[in-house]
């Protein structure tokens, strides 16, 4: 739980209805949107019945560990857990931490490395580290060499500081999933993606994943009784 700043007395904040959803600044590659969002959606199937949790993408973070709260901090993707799913019954347009219940700050934060560096690997890292942020992946597939960084790195928070953790996919105790690279195999533009993992290294499925995967399944065992399914009358 992150302590609100004694600082800023709580009737001198903003409420979200004040604040942008963002910096209005555009991403410079289409990865910056889709890798959050399939997280997202997968996140949507796996947790369908909690409605305690909540995964931003490209949306500011106000908090008060900076100079201004109004200043926000954008990572390409986040995670918050023990929160409202929907706060009020709304859709959120920015995620405020103390309008959250006890000043949840999110639990991880993602940023995808574009072609303008971002202060993902000392700026936003420093930041993220006064916030709380147990995890931080810097996902970076075509930038590393450039920046002297992985592909794929997680730092986990240790006694206030960041290590760097290895291993992929990389179990996230405090969330429950694991965190990895994969090519979705029915993405005909066979595109690196960010996926949830369960605790053997196994890939979770997508909803039509699996609903292709029992169909082909029935294929074959009907095919197996010397019935053709593609001829079902």
Known sequence: M?????????NSLPSSEELPDSDDTPVDNEDQNYVPNVLLFLLDYLWRDRNDWYFGVDMGIYHTVGSNPRIPIIPDGFLSIGVERRKRGKSRSSYVVWE???NQAPILAIEVVSHTPGGEYDRKLEIYRKLGIEYYLIYNPEFWRRDKHLPFEVYELVNDAYQLKSGEPYWLEGISLG??????PNDPLQREVLSWFDQNGDRYLSEAEQERLKAEGLARYLRGLGIDPDNLT
Do not use: H, T
Request: hydrophobic letters at 45%.
């Open 100 to 102: 959250e219940l006890n």
């Open 2 to 10: 992150l302590q609100i700043d004694l600082k800023y007395l709580p």
């Open 179 to 184: 965190i990895g690279r994969c090519v979705l």
